[in-house]
């Protein structure tokens, strides 16, 4: 059996972490030939997302990494890259913005040997770049649109591409596209770091529609825009010539 590490940071998402997990846990991918080993690193929390975490760990369906603050995402992302046994892996977000039950449609390019490495695209197929729509607050999802829009076109003007959603939480590949990769990223910019590493050592994305559900910064969204748009930036050039 191929074996997929699904890869899930958490941090203070005791909304959501628990109906989260047990989606994951219930994705039945036997009929695929796939097994599941569900990795989450919890960065602690204060809510009480890592009781719930250590709940699922009690009961074996999952392994946890527990950290003694928040590092950023990246930094526990990279923690579960260092731990994973899988053949594939799949990165997850804690909240309930992306489907488990999608992996099948995710992981078919990779299983018929189209592509190495997946992107879930909330643009594909939609007509409408306008993919966050905060209910709560119109102008931070707006800038936050725009400014997704802004770096997907610098990334695929330097790197010659011509992808809809690099910075997708659904990322998709085979381990062994990292496994002698070194990543340096520890916030939201990894997305950008993997897909430029990937990019550059010759694994061209394949990009598949996926349906997703934005949340606002009061329901709980994590980024930091001034922070983490700078960052973007920063890793796109840098990531396209250095390191």
Known sequence: ???????????????????????????????????????????????????????????????????????????????????????????QDADLEYKPSEYPALLAPIQSGKADFVLGSRHLGKGDWHFRKFVNDQVSAKFMNIGNKVCNGLFNFLYGTHMTDPTTMFKVFRSSCISSKVFRSNYFELDWEIVAKLIRSGFIPHEVPISYVSRSFKEGKKIKLWRDGFLSLYAIVRFRWWD
């Open 1 to 91: 059996m191929t074996v997929l590490s699904v890869i899930i940071p958490a941090f203070n998402e005791a909304n959501t972490i628990k109906d989260l997990l047990q989606q994951v846990v219930e994705v039945d991918l036997h009929p695929l030939g796939i097994t599941k080993e569900i990795i989450v690193v919890e960065s602690g929390s204060q809510d009480g997302t890592r009781e719930i975490v250590q709940d699922f760990e009690n009961r074996g369906v999952i392994r946890a990494h527990y950290e003694d603050r928040p590092r950023g995402k990246g930094h526990a992302v990279k923690l579960a890259f260092k731990n994973l046994t899988g053949d594939i892996v799949l990165i």
